[in-house]
């Protein structure tokens, strides 16, 4: 062979998809724009390639993460097309880059986003972690153990993906160093439709995104979760009711401001109405 080019244009079919199952989508497309026989693999990959290509592009696994080659029906589990969801996906964030950025020097809870644009890394994490939420509270929570009833802890769903949220919380938490592989069963948490559903709300306006991510900064600029952080918070069970028969000035009061703003994130992923537009 003569090239590179040339030795991948005379490999056999089921090598060229063992070599793709090895890459990540851009650099898959990187390496089909030299070679009629990658673009001509791709076409014919399953659609749960895709989600595994859509999982990497939003940090849900790992970048050199091979593909599963067990999973090669055309549909996921959850009924999904993988391959227009990767179109939808890359579309959603063109869209999000041409909203104004959400950073703002009068706003003391926006600064640290002057001059990044709505689209930056930080954005996007936080858009996708917020959409894999449960939509209550109540739902994020569960008793500490089933003999003792007095008090509840964040779900084991909930508290992967707040600590892949909020990734600094590995600075202050030496168990987390015990879970490398977190971003690995987050992203089985993904749901295309409800990150549609988020994206959609806050590109159309640009209010939504200034408050989802001051909101976000209120949590993380005061460091560990309530003092503890979200894999060792407990409280007593109380708090679910208490919460829910208050308003939103009452719980900030009560709970303080890293629960208030919490609980405003849970009501943006919701559309919720009432929602108070401050920043």
């Known amino acids: 062979f003569t090239s590179t080019r040339d030795m991948l ?30 673009q001509a693999a791709v076409r014919l990959v399953p659609s749960t390639w895709h989600r595994h290509w859509v999982l990497q592009y939003l940090h849900l ?3 050199n993460e091979r ?20 179109r939808d996906v890359h579309s959603l964030f063109a869209r999000l880059a041409k909203c104004p950025s959400p950073g703002c020097k009068m706003q003391k809870y926006l600064r640290w986003l002057q001059g990044q644009p709505a689209d930056c890394g930080i954005v996007r994490r936080v858009l996708v972690g917020l959409s894999m939420l449960p939509p209550t509270f109540r739902e994020m929570t569960e008793r ?31 168990k987390l160093e015990k879970m490398l592989d977190v971003e690995k069963p987050v992203g089985k948490l993904f749901n295309f439709q409800k990150f549609q559903r988020l994206l959609e709300y806050v590109i159309e306006d640009n ?38 028969s208050s308003s939103q000035d009452e719980n900030f009061r009560k709970h303080g401001r890293q629960m208030g703003a919490f609980l405003d994130l849970i009501m943006l992923n919701n559309q919720a109405p009432g929602i108070r537009f401050w920043a």
């Open 207 to 244: 209010e939504r995104l200034r408050l989802v991510m001051a909101e976000y900064h209120q949590i993380r600029s005061r460091g560990l979760f309530e003092d503890v952080g979200f894999l060792a918070w407990t409280r007593p069970s109380t708090i679910i009711e208490d919460i829910e």
């Open 61 to 63: 696994v790992r970048r």
């Open 67 to 86: 593909i599963s080659r067990g999973h090669q029906g055309d549909r996921d589990s959850d009924g999904e097309d993988w391959k227009l969801v990767m």
């Open 9 to 38: 244009e005379h490999l056999p079919a089921e090598l060229l998809l063992e070599i793709i199952s090895l890459l990540s989508y851009r650099d898959t497309l990187a390496l089909g724009a030299t070679c009629k026989n990658i």
């Open 144 to 174: 500490v153990n089933k003999d003792q009833t007095s008090k509840v802890c964040f779900t084991e769903r909930s508290k992967i993906i707040l600590n892949w949220m909020f990734p600094k919380e590995k600075d202050f938490q030496i």
